[in-house]
């Protein structure tokens, strides 16, 4: 897996980068035009419409009291993560050693000693 910052082929990066920087400059340019307003206005139309449909089934309730769910998410994530790290404490104070992981290939190659 190579670094984040590393360039293989820096010529070809760049290139890349700039096609793309390039192509979104011009789709904003486009979307700047008469012809693409005119366009989108049917289509922001349909999704206005399509919008307002979905919401009118549901009840105008704020966010907090439609949905209690996040409370009780946090409150079951703090207790996994205590459960786990007493089984972690547990492994550690007995010496259970972890999981065996798998051999990457690379490590496979090297000589047995």
């Known amino acids: ?8 082929w820096p010529e ?9 920087h390039e192509a979104l400059q011009q ?3 486009r979307q700047e035009t008469d012809i693409w307003k005119r366009q989108y206005q ?4 349909v999704e206005g419409t399509m919008r307002k449909q979905s919401t009118a089934s549901r009840p105008a309730v704020p966010a907090t ?4 769910r996040p409370a009780k998410t946090s409150l079951q994530h703090s207790f996994t993560a205590a459960a786990m790290n007493f089984a972690r404490l547990d ?7 972890f999981a065996p992981t798998r051999t990457p ?3 496979a190659l090297r000589p047995a000693g």
């Open 65 to 68: 009291e439609d949905s209690p």
């Open 1 to 8: 897996m190579l670094a984040r910052g590393l360039l293989l």
């Open 27 to 29: 789709a904003k340019a």
């Open 105 to 107: 290939p690379f490590a």
């Open 42 to 45: 049917h289509r922001a139309g």
């Open 91 to 97: 492994a550690w104070l007995t010496g259970t050693p």
């Open 12 to 20: 070809v990066q760049h290139a890349a980068a700039r096609r793309e």
